[in-house]
């Protein structure tokens, strides 16, 4: 039985049996004690009243009482449902269900029924414990709603357009914007696809069917601003099956303060020396030619004095890069000054590989306690790096030490080979990192004509490891997505703020307040879901701080990554139970109600009596 939200697991028999035994025996009771002039009157009055009473409290709790009923599958129609599929299975599922309005297969199928959303198959069909999924399938939060329900799906193709897609939603004036991804329901066709700024045609690439292909795609912003470019595919009979949408912020620059401490002048050095001075980087070079005798180089700063380290002079920069034997002559005043400035202040280091790093290093170490699986039988290895930014790109080998970092709790990857194997990673030290990279000449890539690689490298690189500026708030827009009206999407803050609140607001005037997690690891990031209700330009800030933009498209957009998603959700959810049996939750009960219009006859009736007994007596 159920009062209100409490569902007590009785019979309906059982529940008016026990109401009748009370009542007899507190009118049994009474009607012993009473005078045998006035018992039968009184004890009318009695039972009248507590009828009366009864009727008033079910009317207000409205009373349900479980009923047990057999486990039953039904058959729900997704976008893209294949009709030779449904057709087979509707002639043994008698309920069918489709989520929304569809009159094309309503007039198929008279039984029908159309749905609001996944969850009302749990409140309204709870006998349901096998649901047979034709289509295309539903989103995760759909399918959260489901979990109690084994699902066997019938997936049907995708449609011709983008499934995966990466892109920076932010870059500086100058760098170069590459779009990353795969395409997917190509037929056996030539196809050109083309990347087009607010403009013209920037750049293209030809695309030959059938089944799924990758592309890139790349473009050179001149000026900061917000920009809409769009991915076109055009077919050789002049047909465009797909235009999507790339929305991209560009900023000004910010250049880093860099000062680089090394024990010998090498072409790694020189080169990234080369290419952060050309991007307005401010660096400061200290090289040794011999014993306290050192080389000094000044880029897009005055010079000032490297000969010893101290707090003051590491004040100045963002991030310092230097190898092990560098750090291991370092005196004791030294190397405590640049603990605390990354411990304190948030300096980033970069330590350069050398033999020193892989020598005497131990988990207690502050700057040296990475782990490392060697490779005993190389002097080297030839390894293509793998970060974010480059994950779907071919990358041209170059060398890397005979190691690679072990992935140990609280380190932070960066880059990593082709085989999944750690080559850079950070630790954080208070409010500073300090990162490994195991690439050894990254030059290479310069010299064999990818200028291109050699950048994007160090730029991933000590943008992650630089001194953050923990005075302005650094949102994370998520990359590997198109952001879409009606989708869930995770926004992250950077912040030193003590329980932040977020505001996004859209370009009509709308805002929502975003009420943020704090992460566990990291105390400076919070996290909140955005559901976005309208496209367009928004832009996200914490209250009183600086704001970041970002794009929200329409429904219709980006049709084909839509349903990449849902049918990799709905596999998992079938993934997950497929070795369950169908009977798992045969005990499954429903909630039935009990008219209230009996509770008010009982009680009318009981009034009435009460009325006229008074009026007699």
């Known amino acids: ?11 309906p028999a059982l529940f008016w049996g026990g109401i009748a035994i009370a009542l007899l025996l507190i009118f049994g009771a009474s009607y012993l004690e ?10 009318w009055r009695l039972m009248a009243n507590g009828a009366a009473i009864i009727s008033l409290l079910a009317m207000a709790l409205q009373p349900q009482w479980l009923s047990s009923s057999r486990p039953a599958s039904a058959l729900l129609i997704t976008p893209g449902a294949d009709a030779q599929t449904l057709q087979s299975l509707a002639d043994s599922l008698p309920q069918i269900f489709v989520p929304g309005e569809n009159a094309a297969w309503k007039s198929i199928y008279p039984n029908l029924q159309t749905i609001p959303d996944a969850a009302y198959l749990q409140r309204h069909y709870p006998e349901i414990n096998s649901l047979h999924v034709v289509g295309h399938g539903l989103n995760d939060y759909d399918l959260d709603e489901l979990d109690a329900i084994q699902i066997k799906f019938y997936l049907s193709p995708l449609p011709i357009g983008i499934k995966y897609a990466h892109w920076p939603r932010e870059i500086a004036v100058g760098q170069t914007l590459r779009i990353q991804g795969t395409l997917a329901g190509l037929n056996n066709e030539t196809y050109w696809l083309y990347l087009t700024d607010p403009g013209s045609v920037v750049d293209s690439a030809k695309i030959v069917g ?30 465009i099956p797909l235009e999507e949408q790339i929305d991209v912020v560009v900023v000004k620059p910010q250049p880093l303060k860099i000062l680089i401490l090394t024990s010998t002048v090498s072409f790694e050095t020189k080169y990234l020396k080369n290419w952060a001075s050309q991007n307005q980087n401010a660096l400061a070079m200290r090289s040794a030619i011999s014993r306290e005798r050192y080389r000094f180089e000044f880029l897009n700063r005055p010079p000032i004095d490297l000969s010893r380290v101290n707090a003051g002079l590491l004040r100045q920069f963002d991030l310092v890069l230097i190898d092990g034997k560098t750090l291991r002559v370092l005196k004791a005043a030294e190397q405590q000054a640049l603990r605390a400035a990354v411990a304190q202040e948030g300096l980033g280091v970069l330590m350069l590989p050398d033999e020193s790093v892989f020598e005497n290093n131990s988990p207690d170490d502050f700057f040296l306690n990475f782990e490392f699986e060697k490779f005993p039988d190389l002097d080297e290895r030839s390894v293509k790096p793998r970060w974010p930014e480059r994950q779907h790109l071919e990358i041209t080998a170059i060398p890397a030490e005979p190691f690679a970092i072990k992935p140990v709790w609280g380190m932070k990857p960066l880059i990593a080979d082709e085989m999944a194997r750690i080559l850079a990673g950070a630790y954080h030290r208070g409010n500073g990192l300090i990162g490994l990279s195991l690439v050894r000449d990254s030059y290479q890539w310069i010299l064999e004509g990818h200028a291109q690689f050699h950048a994007a490298y160090w730029s991933h690189l000590l943008s992650a490891l630089a001194r953050k500026d923990y005075d ?22 950077e912040t ?29 990031h919070w996290h909140a879901t955005f559901w976005p209700r309208q496209a367009g330009w928004h832009q996200v800030a914490l209250v009183g701080g600086e704001p970041r933009w970002f794009y929200v498209c329409e429904k219709t957009n980006w049709e084909t990554w839509q349903t990449a998603q849902k049918i990799g959700a709905t596999q998992r959810h079938a993934l997950r139970y497929q070795n369950q049996t169908t009977t798992w939750r045969s005990a499954r009960a429903k909630a039935e109600s009990i008219s209230l219009s009996w509770f008010f006859i009982l009680f009318s ?13």
Do not use: C
């Not at 795609?217 to 769009?230: D, E």
């Not at 009736?605 to 007596?617: A, G, H, M």
């Open 472 to 493: 302005k708030d650094h949102w994370n827009i998520p990359t590997t997505k198109p952001l879409i009206i009606d989708q869930p999407h995770e926004l992250v803050v």
């Open 1 to 11: 039985m159920k009062w209100g939200s409490l569902i007590i697991p009785i019979s």
């Open 605 to 617: 009736l009981s009034s009435v009596y009460l009325w006229i007994e008074r009026k007699i007596w």
């Open 210 to 239: 059938p089944n799924e292909t990758r592309f890139a795609l790349s473009a050179t912003p001149h000026a900061s601003g917000k920009f809409l470019y769009v991915v076109s595919l055009k077919s050789t009979d002049g047909k």
């Open 34 to 43: 009473l005078r045998r002039a006035t018992r039968k009157r009184l004890v």
């Open 496 to 524: 030193n703020m003590p329980s932040p609140v977020g505001i996004v607001t859209s370009e009509s005037g709308g805002s929502d307040s975003l009420y943020l997690q704090q992460e566990v690891m990291e105390a400076q």
